[in-house]
């Protein structure tokens, strides 16, 4: 079946550009987040967006950081002018948006910035 | 300031023995908590979640223990097998936060043959 995809899997970037990586979440699942792990970390909060909602941005590390959602679905994080410590796998998830239901996780992105 | 802490970063268990994986957090507004489990190069997947109002929950091999009054839960996997080395994540959330989830550290945990 159809679970949460992200692309792409791999981004090797020069510090300074702009990259964006791009969430598709399960059909119908109304709520969508993005986290980060850097090496050897947990996993970071960065966004988070439920249905018409203005999204929760309290994660963001900087203003460097943005993501949007279109149509209550596909969602994009873009991070312009990366750094070398912005290197580290994003990850999207997606639930039905109920409060208290579980998050499909995508593989994930891993950014390199060198 | 972490708000959910896993304080052991691996754990190594034989196989066929009990493995117990801990979590502390520190926010007493947090009332839901999940376990997630993560296999190398895959995103997590939910393993169990336990309701504030309720102390254990079991769903198979998988028992999670909470004790409120410590700020303490417990992942409890008896037998423990091969196939459950990975990395195991505790996370809380918090009704009046918006169900914005947040995530420990994790926990590798190897199962030995």
């Known amino acids: 079946g159809a679970g949460v995809s992200q692309s792409p899997s791999n981004k090797v970037t020069e510090k300074g550009k702009d990259v964006e990586l791009r969430c598709d979440p399960i059909?119908?699942?109304?709520?969508l987040y993005w986290y980060r792990q850097s090496l050897g970390q947990g996993l970071e909060f960065l966004i988070y967006?439920?249905?018409?909602?203005?999204?929760?941005k309290s994660g963001l590390p900087s203003d460097r950081f943005s993501a949007e959602r279109t149509g209550g679905s596909v969602s994009t994080l873009t991070i312009q002018r990366t750094q070398q410590e912005d290197s580290a796998v994003y990850l999207c998830?997606?639930?039905?948006?109920?409060?208290?239901?579980?998050?499909?996780f995508g593989p994930g992105t891993r950014l390199t910035v060198l | 300031d972490q708000q959910v802490k896993q304080n052991s970063p691996s754990l190594s268990v034989q196989e066929g023995r009990i493995s117990i994986l801990n979590c502390d957090y520190t926010?007493?507004?947090?009332?839901?908590f999940l376990w997630y489990k993560k296999y190398p190069a895959e995103g997590p997947t939910f393993l169990i979640s336990?309701?504030?109002?309720?102390d254990k929950n079991e769903d198979g091999r998988f028992t999670v223990f909470l004790n409120k009054s410590a700020k303490h839960l417990s992942l409890h996997i008896v037998p423990s097998q091969p196939g459950d080395s990975a990395v195991y994540f505790c996370?809380?959330?918090?009704?009046?936060?918006?169900?914005?989830?947040?995530f420990g550290a994790g926990t590798r945990l190897f199962v030995k043959a």
């Open positions: 059909s119908g699942h109304t709520a």
């Open positions: 998830a997606s639930s039905l948006g109920q409060g208290r239901d579980e998050q499909f």
């Open positions: 336990i309701s504030s109002i309720k």
């Open positions: 926010n007493s507004m947090f009332d839901y």
């Open positions: 996370a809380a959330s918090a009704s009046t936060g918006g169900f914005k989830t947040i």
């Open positions: 967006f439920q249905g018409n909602s203005a999204p929760d």
